[in-house]
Nanobody, 126 residues
């Protein structure tokens, strides 16, 4: 398992942007896919995006498609989530997670992910 630490959350207004970072410690980082999830108060954890080990393949939940972009820099041991056009419903704690495999699955079943960060808070207020 790898150790993950998220950062970059904050308090923003609708329409603004944030870029989250997930710094990963441990070796063989490029053997695994990584995902981003969020959890809003009183709701279940929601899968948002996933990126394959090479970065070649990505997928997005419908709720963020076209607004969020996932990327990774294996040399910097970092996975990113660029979030544009933020909405109040994007509010929540955002987590990055290490997948068990080098590829992304067809869904965001949390059981596909073996390590999680501590989360970073994103609040979008009017």
């Amino acid at each position: 398992q790898l150790h993950l630490v998220e950062s970059g959350g904050g308090l923003v207004q609708p329409g603004e942007s944030l870029k989250l970072s997930c710094i990963i410690s441990g070796w063989i980082l490029d053997h695994y896919a990584f995902g981003w999830f969020r959890q809003a108060p009183g709701k279940e954890r929601e899968g948002l995006s996933c990126i394959s080990n090479s970065g070649e393949h990505t997928n997005y939940a419908d709720s963020v498609k076209g607004r969020f972009t996932i990327s990774r820099d294996n040399d910097k041991s970092t996975v990113y989530l660029q979030m544009n056009s933020l909405k109040p419903e994007d509010t929540g704690v955002y987590y990055c997670a290490q997948a068990r495999a080098p590829y992304c699955g067809s869904d965001y079943d949390p059981n596909r992910f073996v390590s999680w960060g501590q989360g970073t808070q994103v609040t979008v207020f009017s």
